[in-house]
């Protein structure tokens, strides 16, 4: 149930769904670069990042 509302905050703001996974980590950093360049890469990252763990 938590991967499925952090999922519903990444679509909306994908650091922020890293981030209540990870922290501050390299991680979220690189999603932060990510969705910079685009939303689409940002949100794909922090999919697989929420579901990998």
Do not use: C, E, S
């Not at 905050?9 to 990870?22: C, E, R, S, T, Y």
């Not at 979220?28 to 939303?39: A, K, P, S, V």
């Amino acid at each position: 149930m938590k991967d499925l509302i952090r999922i519903i905050i990444a679509i909306l703001l994908p650091p922020l769904g890293v981030f209540l996974q990870v922290g501050l980590g390299k991680d979220f950093w690189i999603n932060i670069l990510l969705t910079l360049l685009g939303y689409v890469p940002g949100l794909v990252h922090a999919i697989w990042i929420i579901a990998k763990k």
